[in-house]
Structure formats: structure tokens, C-alpha cells
């Protein structure tokens, strides 16, 4: 995925959640999980990526673009642009 942990974080700090309430977002058991895909150690299906953006009020298609779209994973994403 294109997606980096990076971008996970920075999705759930513009939306104001918890990393327990992304946890839940996604199905997943406990927010050590979640917490891992933040530090790059796995990454959440995409089934998962695209309930954490519906719960985040992000435009998943509209996300998953600009992260393919960008040249360098380390450039941050101007996500505002994937907003709802």
C-alpha cells in the first residue's frame, strides 16, 4: 500500500481521534495494532484503511490518489484535500 503510518497519524490527528477510537474504526482488537501501522510494523487492509477514512470523513479514493500521485513516501500528504 501507498499508505504510510505517517499518514495514518496524520489522518487521526486532523480528525481529532484516539488511536483506541481508530482501532475500533478498523476492527481490530486493541490499539497496539493500530498504534504499529502508525510506526510502519504492518499495515491495515484495505478494507480496514477504508473504514478508518469514512470514520475520519476522508475520501479514501481521493486519499489513496494523492498517496500514489506523490514522488517520495517521505513527503507529507496535504490530506485536507481528501476531506468529504
Do not use: H
Request: charged share 25%; net charge positive.
Amino acid at each position: 500500500m501507498y499508505i504510510t503510518g505517517s499518514d495514518l497519524r496524520k489522518m487521526r490527528l486532523d480528525a481529532g481521534l484516539t488511536t483506541v477510537k481508530m482501532a475500533k474504526l478498523a476492527n481490530v482488537k486493541t490499539r497496539k495494532t493500530y498504534e504499529n501501522w502508525e510506526k510502519n510494523v504492518g499495515s491495515p487492509s484495505m478494507n480496514q484503511f477504508i473504514a478508518m477514512c469514512v470514520g475520519c470523513n476522508f475520501n479514501s479514493s481521493k486519499f489513496v490518489k494523492l498517496a500514489i500521485d506523490r514522488q517520495d513516501s517521505t513527503e507529507p500528504l496535504n490530506i485536507s484535500a481528501a476531506r468529504r
